[in-house]
Nanobody
Framework: VQLVESGGGLAQPGGSLKLTCEASESIYRFRAMGWYRQAPGKQRELVIEISNSGSVKVAESVKDRVTISADYAKNVVFLQMDSLEPDDTAVYYC??????????WGQGTQVTVSS
């Protein structure tokens, strides 16, 4: 599967961004679709994911500020981020978690939160 992220960029603290992940094939075939991020010098971490049954898993640090949604007809997954903070600055990656446990990743999109 090919995953292509878009929507990153520069945002001010308190602002919002919506990231988009377009998949080259049906996202129903995966156990879950998710968003991860990696800040400079840090490990990649889960932001939020949605399973193909609709259950959502979200990181505690962002749980009140992010929302994931999916358009299964168009094979697109969205990440809505509100009340952005400088600590949200990172490269954001779209992830497809296969049913056998393997992962597919997009190339990432940079999000920078700064005044």
């Amino acid at each position: 599967v090919q995953l292509v992220e878009s929507g990153g960029g520069l945002a001010q603290p308190g602002g919002s961004l919506k990231l988009t992940c377009e998949a080259s094939e049906s996202i129903y075939r995966f156990r879950a679709m998710g968003w991860y991020r990696q800040a400079p010098g840090k490990q990649r971490e889960l932001v939020i994911e949605i399973s193909n049954s609709g259950s959502v898993k979200v990181a505690e640090s962002v749980k009140d500020r992010v929302t994931i949604s999916a358009d299964y007809a168009k094979n697109v997954v969205f990440l809505q981020m509100d009340s952005l903070e400088p600590d949200d600055t990172a490269v954001y990656y779209c992830n497809a978690n296969h049913k056998d446990g393997a992962d597919s990743w997009g190339q990432g999109t940079q999000v920078t939160v700064s005044s």
